[in-house]
């Protein structure tokens, strides 16, 4: 079946960076692009960005530029998201989705199915 | 940016209940607009997509409506594992993605 994985848990000091990782199965990484969402805690959800599986293009959130990349490998189906210069505002579950294209021609009908299971991400001192 | 507003905040139903979920856009998103079901602790799940798809495995009970500016999604028959967070979504403007802020559909 289809399955993003992601990477466990994180811990880390303020200023620090996290890199989390999602990998997929169950299809062919480079036919679909990966959207990274992040929820802080009792919040709603925010999109973070956008990586194409086919050529590494990206695309990110005007408020996470300049401190998130995002990238990907194609040889183990793997995305990877890193945020640097982490403050306490970025303490949150972060999520990878599948951009799935519904049945219409226009990159807008690109839905996140499935997502990961979700990345704890703590931000301490 | 696009806004997307959910109404109500929460929405307190007793099971076989119909619940009418609403979210309104800033500006048209055409038919560009999804829905997902949130259960605590779990990821977001797809169930409604381009306004009034249901996503594979979805129980005919849910289903989604409107285009433009205001869409609905409505549970015919609420079942206990019906009881969650929604969110709305639009991606008219792809890749960039907006979500309204949920609507807690809690148990009465």
């Known amino acids: 079946q289809i399955q993003l994985v992601q990477s466990g848990a994180e811990v880390k000091m303020p200023g620090a960076s996290v890199k989390v990782s999602c990998k997929a199965s169950?299809?062919?990484?480079?036919?679909?692009?990966i959207s990274w969402v992040r929820q802080a805690p009792g919040q709603g959800l925010e999109w973070m960005g956008w990586?194409?599986?086919?050529?590494?293009?990206?695309e990110y959130a005007q408020k996470f530029q300049g401190r998130v990349t995002m990238t990907a490998d194609t040889s183990t189906s793997t995305a990877y998201m890193e945020l640097r210069s982490l403050n306490s505002d970025d303490a949150a579950v972060y999520y990878c989705a599948r951009e799935w294209q519904a049945y219409c021609s226009s990159p807008s009908c690109r839905w996140f199915d499935p997502w990961g299971q979700g990345t704890l991400v703590t931000v301490s001192s | 940016e696009i806004v997307l507003t959910q109404s109500p905040v929460t929405l307190s139903l007793s099971p076989g209940e119909r619940a009418t979920l609403s979210c309104r856009a800033s500006q048209s998103v055409s038919s560009y607009l999804a829905w997902y079901q949130q259960k605590p602790g779990q990821a977001p799940r797809l169930l409604i997509y381009d306004a009034s798809n249901r996503a594979t495995g979805i129980p005919a009970r849910f289903s989604g409506s409107g285009s433009g500016t205001d869409f609905t999604l409505t549970i015919s028959s609420l079942e206990p594992e019906d009881f969650a967070v929604y969110y709305c979504q639009q991606r008219i403007n792809w890749p960039g993605a907006t979500f309204g802020q949920g609507t807690k559909v809690e148990i009465k």
């Open positions: 169950g299809y062919t990484f480079t036919n679909y692009g």
């Open positions: 990586i194409s599986g086919y050529n590494g293009n990206t």
